[in-house]
């Protein structure tokens, strides 16, 4: 054991790349996706650290071309689920008692791998298999997976540095260990960063995981699997599980050393997991941490006095980058009476300037949705609102699937700020404006807090500082993360940690040692130097 007090580097955020025209990035990631679209890869189980071909296949599709196949993956069946658990269980002891700064590097290394060679491919994967632009890949699966790495191992240290009083007649000690068994991590397919991170978070705390990767993310996932293999992450800490969720969590959720779910999903799903636990609570040896990260119904809150061209560049950006699939993007807006006749014609004329099409055309804004699934829920959404009384689509509405799943930068208008497209989550490049009367501006602030069951992001605009401080004070539980004068999107690991409450999950604050506290067992450990040798006190001496 190294005798030494040893400290991580605080980071900086990853620089984030230009990719401009004639650039060296723009020209290596362009020559990676040629790369990536010209080989099919065929992505195994990995368990232990061996790749597991089970023969039972499903095609890694590029949205915007949806008969351009990227590769096949192997989907695990109930033995290799087995197996995997097995593998993180058997991995756990040498893991747990490896010295934490050994883990530490292992994962450093992996940030600057990502940093350096690793970017273009990690980029390019999410690009053809997520429909991200350059921009969107690059501030995703290069810079924030980066941060998550590097922030969070600086996190870590800061953990275990946080002490107890002693005094001197006894030493307090406090250690974090990891949870006692395994953790489950269910990535989404919109971030490939949050897809890392769910994985590696638990890890880097001593813990081994499960990963069961999103369908429609596994090509950048498994690229992302291979990074920390190739940085020196030991065999079967992390197993890379590909299979369906209702086949692995039977598994799971039935397992005694279930030990923590660390999720990003639906709400439906994510309920139905802490309902299972609860259902399955006496097999366990301890008590499940439960952390996730669930739906979202965001909102931009305007003031009379906001500034329109700042609130349009919010709006357009809010809702319809990475098309309208995070879990933060506007999805809803209040807007004054007064301003509405000037933002609508502002609106309408940045929104017809948006392009969408091939991500590999930087000139386009936007990709298409992730799927089919996707793009007929999605679309079904904007059809009730053609065809209702109470709402008006101003602009976009176009769903085109022949080539890939594209669905138009969409902006519905109406009259009932309860109205379902105003309510709902739906998760694509559609966001409904409710035009409240100057007079009700407390009351509609009321509506925007009550309207929806979620609390994850929201923005407010308003050059009257009084104005903010009502909306900040009267939207306090309705958003985790809630931006003054700006987008409801584009946290960053370090300045905005990321979550909600409500029916947006747990709010364990991703990027925070918050997220990293909860994948910890503490033990509390008092030396006495010189203990009592007798029961009895003074207060008993007779008189």
């Known amino acids: 054991m190294s005798n030494g007090y040893f400290k ?14 004639y650039s060296n990035e723009r020209a290596q990631l362009k020559a990676k996706l040629r790369e990536l679209k010209e080989t099919q890869i065929e992505i195994p189980l990995i368990v232990g650290g061996k790749e597991i071909y089970t023969g039972n296949t499903k095609k890694c599709l590029i949205p915007h071309n949806k008969d351009h196949v990227l590769g096949i993956y192997h989907m695990a069946g109930e033995q290799e689920i087995e197996m995997a658990i097995e593998a993180a269980l058997q991995a756990k002891k ?52 980066i941060d998550f790495i590097r922030f969070n191992t600086y ?11 002693s005094t001197n007649e006894c030493w307090n000690r406090i250690e974090y260990r990891p949870l006692e068994g395994f953790v489950f991590s269910v990535t989404p397919f919109n971030f490939t960063a949050i897809g890392g991170n769910l994985a590696i978070s638990p890890a880097l705390m001593g813990n081994v995981v499960l990963w069961k990767p999103s369908r429609t993310a596994v090509y950048s996932n498994y690229f992302v699997m291979k990074l920390l293999q190739e940085a020196g992450l030991p065999d079967g800490v992390i197993n890379f599980v590909p299979s369906s969720g209702g086949l692995i969590g039977n598994k799971v959720f039935n397992h005694e050393s279930l030990a923590g779910i660390h999720f990003t999903g639906s709400t439906g799903v994510f309920n139905t997991m802490w309902k299972t636990i609860g259902e399955n609570i006496d097999k366990y040896k301890s008590y499940p941490k439960i952390v996730g990260e669930t739906g979202g119904k965001d909102f931009i809150f305007a003031h009379s006095l906001a500034n329109i061209n700042k609130l349009v560049t919010a709006l357009i950006r809010g809702a319809f980058e990475y098309q309208g ?12 009476n007064s301003i509405w006749t000037v933002l609508k014609c502002k609106l309408i004329s940045e929104a017809s300037t948006i392009k969408m099409g091939d991500i590999e055309d930087f000139t386009n ?9 996707s793009f007929d829920k999605i679309k079904s959404y904007i059809d009730f609102a053609r065809n209702s009384d109470e709402a008006e689509i101003i602009w976009g509405g176009k769903c085109d699937d022949r080539v890939g799943y594209f669905i138009e930068p969409t902006i519905i208008a109406t009259k009932d700020p309860y109205f379902k497209t105003m ?19 407390e009351e509609t602030l009321k ?3 009550e309207s929806t069951p979620y609390g994850l992001t929201g923005g407010i605009f308003s050059q009257d500082r009084k104005a903010l401080i009502l909306m900040e004070r009267l939207l306090k539980y309705a958003a985790g993360n809630l931006y003054i004068n700006d987008k409801p ?19 364990d604050k991703a990027g925070s040692k918050l997220n990293l506290l909860r994948w910890a067992n503490p033990r509390v450990i008092k030396e006495t130097f010189d203990s009592e040798d007798d029961y009895r006190y003074s207060f008993m001496d007779a008189i």
Request: hydrophobic content about 40%; charged content about 20%.
């Open 489 to 507: 999107t584009g946290a960053v690991v370090g300045q905005q940690p990321f979550g909600g409450a409500r029916a947006s999950g747990t709010n």
């Open 365 to 373: 804004f936007m990709g298409a949705v992730i799927d089919k699934e």
């Open 447 to 449: 509506i925007c807090n």
């Open 155 to 165: 996190f870590m240290t800061e953990i275990y540095d946080d002490q107890l009083i």
């Open 423 to 441: 309510t709902e989550e739906i998760f694509g490049p559609v966001l409904t404006i409710y035009v409240y009367e100057d007079e009700k501006f």
């Open 325 to 336: 699939q995070k879990c933060s993007a506007a999805s809803r807006a209040y807007i004054p």
């Open 8 to 21: 991580v580097k605080k980071p900086e955020n990853e620089p984030v790349l230009s990719y401009g025209a």
């Open 94 to 145: 040498e893991w747990d008692e490896m010295p934490w700064q050994h883990r530490a590097s292992i994962f450093l290394k992996a940030a600057e791998l990502l940093s350096g060679p690793w970017r273009y491919t990690l980029n390019a994967a999410t690009m053809l298999g997520q429909s991200k632009t350059a921009y969107q890949a690059e501030i995703d699966s290069a810079c924030e997976l």
